[in-house]
Every structure is written in C-alpha cells, then in structure tokens.
DNA sequence: TTGTATGCGTTATCAC
DNA sequence: GTGATAACGCATACAA
C-alpha cells in the first residue's frame, strides 16, 4: 500500500508539486486549462488522496472536534451527538466521540489526548473535576463548548435545558389535576446541574402553589438501590399521590416499581417524567412527559463551536436555556 | 496559543530535540539520569504536549480508526458504538464516528474522508452500493471489519447475528405455544443481511415444523406505511394468530398497531421481536424477545480490527455469527 | 502561470 | 549517551 503523493502527481501531469497544491486548493486561476486538465488526469489515473495529516501540520486545522460526554447510551448523549454529526458533517468537520463515563481521570485523559491529536475545538457534558483544565483551555482561548451541564464560574458557553422551568410544567400538570402530595425521584449524585435544577424548580414550583416541599418526598438513590427508596417513600405516613422522575432512567425505575407492586396509574398515583422515553404512548396507561429538545440543544452546541473556531464572535457566558415541552397523556390526569 | 514544541523543551533542558524524542518514547537506557530528570522537569514547565499529528506523518499511524454506521439513533449502533469504543479506549485508539444513513452517496464520502484522515482502519455497517470501493481497499489489504451485514463476493470478516437461527426462536416459540398462523413483520427494503436472512430463516423454520410460509404473510413495508400494511395483514380471511417482528422499528409500530387497535395480547395476538427492547418488562404483557448480543459483536469487531492493524493473522473471509437469546416473557405464551 | 525553497513538529539514522 | 540531519506530505511566500 504505497503510498501516492503530491509528487507523483506533478510528476505525472509534468509540472511542479506547488500548481498541483494549487490545483487541489481550487485555486484554478492560476494555471492554464490544460495544465488543470493533466493533473485532473494524474489525480484520477494515480488514485491520489490527499493526505490531511500533512495538510492539517501545515495548516494547523484538523477539521476534527472532540465530544466528550459521559456514556452514548444515554437516549439524550446520542440524540445530542447525532445532531452535533450532522452540522459537522455539513461543515466538513469529523467528530471523535469519548466515553467518558462521569469518571474525571478518564475525562482528563480524553480531554488530552484530544489536545494531542489537535482537534480544533471540543464539545463536553463536563464534570466538576476538571475544572482546572477547562479553565487553562479557556484562557488559552481555545474553542469549548459545554451541554447539559453548567460549571460555576467558568463562564464557558453552555446549551441546556431550562431544567428549572421543566420541573414547574411537572408540578403544574399535577397540581392542576388537583395532587397535593408530589414527591420527586431522582438518582444521585444530585449536584450535576440538572438534577440540581430540576429539584429546586420543583420546590420553588410547589410554593409557589402553596404547598410545602418537604425533604421526606425528595427521594435520591443509586439506580441499583431506587426500587428500595421507592418501597421507602411509599411506605411514609402520608405516601405521595404523585411522582416526578427526574430523567428517563429514573422513570423505568418508578414504571418498574409500580408494575411490581400493581399500582394503578394515575389512580393510585400519577407519574410523569423528564426526558421523552421511546415507549411514552405504549405504555398502560400512556405516560405524560417533558420532553426536551435535544437535537436542538446539540445542533446548536456544534454551531457555536464552529463558530468559535472560525473566530466569530460568540458570546462566552452565554448559557443558552432550552424550552422543555409537555407532552400530556394519561399518566398524570385527574385520577 | 503559541503552540510549545519538542524544540523549547529541548533548549529549556539544555539538550537536542533527539534526546527529547528518545526521552518521549520511553527509551530511557540512552540517556544519564540527570538528563532524563531535566527534560522531566522542562516537559512539565512548559506544559508541553506531544503533537500527535506530526507523530502521525511521521510514523504513518494514526492511531484512529473510523466507524461508519447508518445511524447512531439505532439501539444496536449505539450499543455496537460504546463497545468498540471502550476497547479502542483501552488500546489507545480513538474513534471517529459517521452516520451515513444508508445513503451509499454519504458512505463513500466518508470513507475518502476517513481515507484521508489516514484512519488506521474502519469498522462499517456496509450498504452494498460501495462494494467496489472495499474490494479496492481489501485489495491493498486495509484493516476493514464489517459488523451486521454481509457482502457477498468480498471476503471481508464480519461480525453478525446469527439471524436463521434467532428467526428460527421465534418460530419455534410460538408453535410450541400452540402457534399455526405466524406472520412476520419487516422493513424495507428487504434486502440487507439481518432482513433477509430473518426472513429466510422464518420460512424454514416454518418448513421444519410442517408448516406453510405464504407469501401473504411475510408483511413488509417502509416505517411510515407500516400501520397500513398491519392492517392489510389482519384483514386477511385467515389472519395470522401471532407476528414475528424483524427489528426493534417493526416490533414499536407492531405495538402501537396492538394498542390502537386494542387487541389482546397474547390472546388475540401474540407477538414477538427480534432485538431487546428497553420496556419489553415494562409492557403489558411483558414482551418476549430475541436479544442480541450488541456489546459482544462491537467488542470483537474492534478486536479483530486491532489485530489486523498491527498487522497479527486474523483469518479473512470469517463470518463470525453470534448467538441469539430467546427472553422468554408473557406476549407469546398459550393464549 | 509555474517552479523553488522553506517550514509544520516528530521520528529515525548515523555520526560523534 | 548525545546531537546533527534528513525525511514524513503538504502549503505558501517568493522568485522566475
């Protein structure tokens, strides 16, 4: 597999190695017809490719970005980063994707090997750990761009959802199908930005409403430990007659749990959940959710990155807030 | 971002850029101790960073491979995805992604691209349109794997289902259930790999059993007609007593048709699908599934374009099929 | 219009 | 043990 080069092709075509860089840059002024003809031939008969490698250590443009985020089974890390390929694509950037597992060392890794390998910008769902890292990227001026997760103080452009806002629609939905008693699931940690978020826009929402938001109704778990919290928040004085999940995986828990225990929906309790699972519809009875729009969110994260490389301005500290969207089905309905 | 090279390192520590490469590279027995702990010293000053792209253009390795796939929406994609991505993790590579959206115009692109980008090697989910341009790189024996469908003619290893077979499950489920009438529900077009092997592998298990596969009941349709053609199916004077669906896409509308329709499941209809929907437990009844082994065919892809990089004896021409795995639930039980 | 020379940041081959 | 120096494949300023 020996390798064509710019040479062979000026060789071929009879001309200097610079009119055939010329020629490939598109830069056709600068040559006769038949010139441009006879490396056109020589391109072809050869096969030549060229090799971006050299052109990008010249250059000092990869034409590549990083996207670091915690794990691409995560229904919105995928749907984010499908977004983020398509304007790529279009703009002729390739992404490299990293898994960072929520885990800061593994993060770190990521983030340098990514440096190493000169991407021209990066797009992450970060974690607090690394703070120090992003913040020398920052300084060095170098193109970043955050989703889902805010970090204080960093001042780094962010697209997120209005996590806030969307923990209110939950809270209205059921208070205005006249629950008083709505508790809130959550995995932990819950000090990522929307899980934070989402937790104080649902208590704010349920004083604002008048009623008290208690910490007995507030029930964090590990994934592996949430069937057992559940059985915990049930089994209070005054169980819920509600429940917000706080995203989809907290959801499958709280639809598990209350197909275990033959709970009837909405009549025994409502439930709603932030993020839009595949199965909203099909489900028995159909699931009321917020959706959140998160090729938006993605699309728009690849915008401003690209941006960002190009030199235009972006505003930095700029956190972009995304509308969530209520989508009312039978799970949360006056019981 | 004055970018800071071998060579400031090299001065800082008061020695040639050679010796600031042997230190980088880890061979060490070529220099004195107090050498080895200056540059130490200047690499951590500067904060200098390797620059892989010119190690790249030098060595002729990336270390970066390129999985093009139709779309990283698909539950399978993604989970194939984050296999190979954590192995190549674990091997130092790293992983563009592509979605060509079955779009053979899209593929090729990002092959000349990935090319280009002197990948180290590519895992695809292949149309059969680019079929000229694999043979041209299996030709100058690029590390290509194939994951999912087959080529005929090329001779390259692929990973996939063993689709006769998990077809053959689901027959077999359901007859041994008292099944006679068994449809199978599939996308166009028919002519992939895992379609058409499900589909012959359901006419012979049908075979086996003594039964007859008509024509009117291998039921296929794109996405959006799907409801229609269900339809169509169901208003036969003999409609089927239970349906096979082909993937997770059919299995969702097959539900959705059940649940518009309000039949009973298994007893007006039973139903099973190939894939392991995230709410087959969650559904009503439970959903029977034949799962595939995601992780472990991403795993091996990867492994095996590892090993054909570095260039080690990986048997070509190797279809490795894996096995399927009946999840045995309510949906196609006795009725 | 086309050709020459130089550099991008590394690695590798040899001298010293 | 260490240091020049020549590649790697391409882009570009400048000369012709």
């Known amino acids: 597999m020996k390798t064509v ?20 840059n598109g830069r056709y002024e600068y040559m006769g017809a038949d010139t441009r003809e006879r490396i056109k031939q020589a391109v072809e008969e050869l096969g030549y ?16 970005i990083g996207v670091i985020l915690a794990n691409i089974l995560y229904s919105f890390s995928t749907k984010v980063i499908r977004a983020i390929e398509d304007v790529c694509n279009r703009e002729g950037y ?25 991407v021209d910008g990066i797009i992450a769902i970060p974690t607090k750990s690394n703070i120090d890292l992003y913040r020398k990227l920052k300084e060095r001026n170098y193109p970043l761009v955050f989703v889902d997760r805010y970090i204080d103080g960093l001042d780094i452009s962010t697209m997120m959802l209005h996590n806030e806002k969307a923990a209110k629609m939950c809270v209205d939905e059921l208070t205005d199908n006249g629950y008083e008693r709505i508790a809130m699931l959550t995995m932990e940690p819950i000090s990522i930005t929307p899980r934070f978020e989402r937790i104080q826009g649902y208590k704010k929402a349920l004083e604002d409403k ?20 559940l059985k915990e928040l049930m089994a209070l004085k005054q169980p819920p007659q509600a429940i917000i999940a706080i995203n989809d995986l907290s959801f499958m828990q709280l639809l598990t749990f209350v197909k275990e225990n033959q709970l009837e929906v909405p009549g025994d309790l409502a439930v709603i959940g932030i993020d839009d699972i595949s199965f909203a519809d099909l489900f028995d009875p159909p699931l009321t959710t917020i959706a959140q729009p998160a090729f938006d969110i993605g699309r728009e994260a690849a915008a401003a990155l690209i941006q960002k490389i190009n030199n235009r301005y972006v505003m930095d500290a700029d956190i972009r807030r995304f509308e969530p969207r209520l989508i009312r089905r039978a799970s949360s309905t006056k019981s």
Request: proline share 4%.
């Open 210 to 229: 008048g009623l008290k938001a208690t910490e007995d109704y507030i029930a964090s778990a590990p994934l592996k430990e949430m069937q057992t919290r």
């Open 94 to 118: 390739q992404v490299i994707i990293c898994n960072a597992d929520d885990n800061p060392s593994k993060e770190k890794w990521y983030i340098e090997m990514l440096l190493a390998k000169q």
């Open 49 to 64: 490719r060229p090799n971006t490698i050299a052109r990008s250590l010249k250059k000092k443009k990869t034409k590549t």
């Open 5 to 24: 080069t710019i040479i062979d092709v000026a060789k071929r075509a009879g001309v200097s190695k610079s009119t055939v860089s010329q020629y490939l």
